[in-house]
């Protein structure tokens, strides 16, 4: 008996897929990176699914790549040589919420915005927002500490993680955190389980932290700005007023005109940047008044005012279709620098010198608020990696972002594309202490081999 019949035969009939389509299928995430041939499929309804695929793996010392929806933009769920890939996509049970105490106890597969819609029913609300939140899953997000659009106001995904159930490497079941807003014994396992990427467990299932919904809906804003920094410098005077956005966004001449020229906003040939915020306060209507008027005196050109939620709804839809729009210019690096605030309009004007210097297109949104910025780098369809002058205008603004006090990711994670860079942020002490935390957890080094760190 091979060592995947052994597999098969302690899985439920189904769970094991070995066709190499169907492999194939699942071996990648939505960077370029082409993955490794994976041996097969395990498609895990249970976490007795997972406990015996983690067992079977460390018996036999087979690497095993976890895996959510495939969203991410890091490399982090592409198939290792030689691996199985581990899907949780179709764990997708909201298995309590409870509006009593503000939480939901759910498995990996529930997609995100299910769960937001879920809570909205009781008059709550999830408040993580990745730009996927329609396709992404809440395991994936808790893989990469996923950020988003309303994490200005609300944090990232690990300040709404309250529990976890892991599987280890070995099989073991670990639970962490606890169901109460409050709670300090031990060590923060949770806190260390989100954004580890898969690298030191199996989230099998986790207790999230509900907020209250608006009680009215958001109010929303957009202006337009003849220069990119005026934009940066208009977001830099909004926050110092104590405005309060729950919703900070801002988009670059090149990233509007691939949308324009796909859904046709009518943009105007003066437009080089775009500011989109949203106030959720009580007084809504008042905070998006004054940032509208902070973006007038800051040089905007045009501002406008959603009058109704429909409105709203179209001023965000504009920045959710970013991603889409500029995956129709060519093969992208998306990358995700973080920088603080103060240092906002300085890291767009390097992003810009960069993409003059490399002569490479550039296209950069951001989620100003919180100093995150998504630059991507876009080249030929069909380049099985990116050309020398991308990665030499990729290492400028990684450089830049770390001189400027800032951090290589803020949201997306490590994954396969960052390492090049980890040395520049982490130090040697740093890598250390990140190998042995992986060492006890992962000892036979299994767990998604070759990510993160």
């Not at 939505?30 to 498609?43: D, N, Q, S, W």
């Not at 409870?98 to 299910?114: F, K, L, N, Q, Y």
């Not at 296209?363 to 630059?375: Q, S, Y």
Request: hydrophobic share 45%.
């Amino acid at each position: 008996m091979s060592s995947l019949d052994a597999l098969a035969e302690n899985l439920p009939e189904g769970r094991l897929l070995t066709d190499p389509d169907v492999i194939d299928s699942y071996a990648r995430d939505r960077t370029f990176l082409e993955p490794g041939k994976a041996l097969a499929v395990v498609l895990a309804r249970t976490r007795d699914d997972v406990v015996t695929t983690m067992r079977w793996a460390s018996e036999h010392r087979v690497p095993v790549v976890p895996r959510g929806a495939g969203t991410g933009l890091a490399g982090g769920a592409t198939a290792s040589e030689g691996s199985v890939i581990l899907s949780l996509a179709r764990m997708t049970a909201i298995t309590e919420l409870s509006p009593a105490d503000e939480i939901a106890v759910v498995e990996p597969g529930v997609i995100t915005a299910d769960l937001d819609r879920a809570a909205r029913e009781h008059g709550l609300m999830y408040a993580p927002d990745p730009s996927s939140y329609e396709i992404s899953t809440i395991g994936g997000n808790l893989a990469t500490n996923a950020g988003g659009l309303r994490c200005v106001k609300y944090g990232v995904t690990r300040d709404s993680a309250l529990g976890l159930e892991v599987v280890l490497a070995d099989g073991r079941v670990l639970n962490t955190g606890r169901r109460t807003m409050k709670g300090v014994t031990g060590y923060d396992l949770t806190g260390l389980f989100v954004g580890s990427e898969g690298t030191l467990g199996v989230i099998t299932s986790a207790t999230v932290r509900l907020r209250r919904a608006p009680a009215a809906p958001p109010a929303t804003f957009a202006a337009e700005f003849g220069s990119l920094r005026d934009a940066a410098a208009a977001v830099s005077a909004i926050m110092a007023a104590g405005c309060q956005p729950s919703l900070m966004e801002m988009l670059d001449r090149a990233t509007l005109k691939a949308i324009d020229d796909w859904r046709n906003i009518g943009l105007e040939d003066s437009t080089q940047a775009m500011l989109i915020g949203q106030s959720d306060a009580a007084d809504s209507q008042a905070a998006i008044t004054r940032m509208g008027q902070l973006c007038g005196a800051g040089g905007a050109s045009f501002v406008a005012v959603s009058s109704t939620p429909a409105e709203a709804e179209e001023l965000i839809a504009v920045r959710r279709m970013a991603y889409q729009a500029k995956e129709r210019l060519g093969a992208c690096l998306v990358e995700d620098v973080c920088v603080p605030r103060s240092a906002l309009p300085d890291m767009i004007s390097a992003i810009e010198a960069a993409a003059a210097r490399h002569g490479v297109m550039i296209c950069t949104v951001a989620h100003a608020g919180d100093g995150n910025l998504h630059p991507v780098f876009v080249f030929d369809h069909g380049t099985a990696e990116p050309p020398a002058q991308v990665w030499a205008a990729a290492d400028e603004v990684f450089t830049k972002a770390l001189e400027f006090g800032g951090t290589l990711t803020g949201e997306h994670g490590v994954g396969v594309l960052k390492r090049r860079w980890l040395s520049l942020e982490s130090g040697p002490v740093a890598a250390d202490v990140q190998q042995g935390i992986k060492a006890v957890f992962d000892p036979l080094g299994i767990l998604n081999p070759g990510k993160a760190i």
